[in-house]
């Protein structure tokens, strides 16, 4: 499967292909979590990549950010600072948790991308007036790029976001269904790279190698084994260690589906094709599958949690959190609650950027599939 | 039947024999460099002074940290199932176990099978592991082995608040350098030991009957700390030590 090579030049090397595609005149903004209105940005003409922590070692950062806040928002300061994400023209902030918010003020003090702009979303987003802000936000949003960037960003224009967009979700989801049905077709560390990936190719080159790949599992992918492998859900804020794929799979499991801010939140959700855009966009970002910093009910996690260990026949649950990442910590007590009270076995693993030794992670992964 | 089971952990490597659901004979030696070679050693020793050899053993499974180095085994099955096994086997009423080696603390919980339930291990750090009680004893000039009725003698224990070994260390040399008696300060870092470990142990909710094995199970300081902080009994054998070991034996009847 020759196009999983594209997915993996991209997924790992994000800044030497961001450099490439600015060589091609194309302008850059970057963005944390997926609460960002990708498609308002998108529909600018402008192409937006997602940044990640770093993986190497933390110093200029840890002057400006405290040790207690995550490994994912240290790390992205670092690579700022340390002068790696130079093709940026701009950097889009949503409100989503407290160290993001406080990372969005000493970015735009620290660093110098251009265009910069803060999106406040709602936190509650199960009731009317939130929807109503949450499209003016949005609105305020669109106005913010076009006069930053010197752009207009007509219906028109927003209306092929919206369909591309929607496209690109689609086709995500039909991969993680076909992968659940049969693992073996595709390694947990091609569906890493590839999600990865999609958060940072070119989007309409992306949706061509997207169906390329659909074709390429279709005559069976790797047709590796899966059997008697323990089909498991991975869940918490984002995975960026397709290691972990790996040794689960070492230790006789296999992760057929995720509850992740770099997995199936970001691709839950179409957007209403027909309406005003920017409602429409913004009535799919208050529906979608609700992160913990954001609240849709009571139960709306604890279900679909649940909901997604039932539907993909799965036999446990791997909450992989980043060490002081607080949303995911506070709910980590609640959303263990509906999985024990279904029964449904747990293990939990704390992580920074950098993985445990790979030892320590064999003999809990080993344990956890041993006990299911 | 005749069964063997092989623990290499970071410091020590142990083995034990079982004929037909019987324990015949344990042994602890260093791992050193060599996990595989530690494996062979410890067990073939073990097999001279039992008048056995290596032909009539039916089955082997290793475990530890570097059970999947032991390559003469039919199965590597990791410590935390072999150490619920083996707390199992010796005891069937035991439902929590809490095993402190070298460089690992874990606590976990059986059902009435001895299956492991739930389990939690401790992240990236020595503090409450035997490496810690290690380095501690290096600074304190005690041996390692006198430690726990050392400690069962202070009247006052110090405080140590430092979770890190390393500053834990500085702390101690403090201390010493303030003249405080040696044994108030081991039962200072007992403390502190058990309070790391009574954090993971509470995690999972462990309850009577509750029983400590691994290496720094032989040191009755710790073991009575933890008792203090968990507000439990525990129960420790003469064979605590290799109780991974008979587990793996265990296992092996069962492969």
Partial sequence: ?372 | MITAGVDIGSITAKAAVIVDGEVKGTRVDFTGYNAEQAGRRVLDELLKELGMDAQSIDRVVSTGYGRNSVKFADKAITEIICHGTGAHFLNPQVRSIIDVGGQDSKAMVVDSEGRVRDFAMNDKCAAGTGRFLEVMARALEVDLGDFGAKSLKSERPSKISSICTVFAESEVISLISKGEKRENIIAGIHDSVASRISALAKRIGVGEPLMMTGGVAKNMGVVKALENRLKMSIEVLESAQVNGAIGAAVMAARL
């Avoid at chain 1, 076009?146 to 991969?175: F, H, M, P, Q």
């Avoid at chain 1, 059997?227 to 260690?241: N, Q, W």
């Fill in chain 1, 1 to 372: 499967m020759e196009v999983l090579n594209d997915f993996y030049r991209v997924a790992e090397n994000p800044y030497e292909y961001s450099r490439e595609l600015k060589k091609s005149g194309k302008r850059i903004i970057g963005y944390f979590c997926s609460y960002t209105p990708e498609e308002i940005i998108s529909a600018s003409g402008v192409h937006p990549i997602r940044l990640f922590g770093t993986g190497g070692d933390i110093t200029l950062a840890d002057s400006h950010l405290q040790p207690y806040c995550c490994s994912l928002v240290r790390g992205a300061l670092e690579e700022a600072l340390e002068g790696r994400l130079d093709f940026l023209d701009g950097t889009v902030f949503p409100h989503t948790c407290d160290s993001i918010q406080r990372l969005s003020d000493i970015w735009r003090l620290n660093t110098n991308f251009g265009f910069f702009a803060d999106v406040v979303l709602p936190v509650k987003l199960n009731t009317e007036s939130s929807r109503e802000y949450f499209a003016d936000i949005l609105k305020k949003f669109r106005l913010d790029l076009e006069r930053g960037l010197g752009v207009t960003i007509t219906d028109d224009k927003l209306k092929t976001a919206i369909t591309r967009y929607n496209n690109i979700r689609r086709s995500l989801k039909a991969l993680y269904e076909m992968h659940s049905k049969e693992p073996g077709i595709l390694s947990g560390r091609d569906l890493w790279a590839v999600t990865r990936a999609s958060m940072i190719m070119e989007r309409d080159d992306l949706l061509v190698k997207l169906s390329l790949l659909k074709e390429a599992l279709k005559k069976g992918g790797r047709s590796g084994k899966s059997e008697g492998k323990k089909r498991l859900v991975l869940a918490g804020s984002v995975c960026d260690h397709p290691n972990v794929y790996t040794i689960i799979e070492d230790s006789g499991g296999v992760v057929v589906w995720d509850d992740l801010c770099t997995g199936s939140r970001y691709f839950e959700g179409t957007i209403e094709e027909n309406g005003n855009p920017v409602e429409s966009i913004a009535a799919r970002y208050a529906e979608r599958l609700v992160c913990p910093a954001k609240h849709l009910s009571n139960t709306a996690r604890g279900d679909n949690i649940v909901r997604i260990v039932k539907k993909h026949d799965a036999g446990g649950v791997v909450f992989l959190l980043l060490k002081f990442c607080d949303p995911h910590d506070f709910d980590y007590p609640y959303m263990k609650e509906f999985l024990d009270r279904e029964n449904i076995p747990s293990m939990l693993l704390e992580v920074e950027d950098s993985l445990p030794s790979e030892a320590q992670l064999k003999t809990r992964f080993e344990t956890f599939i041993h006990m299911l």
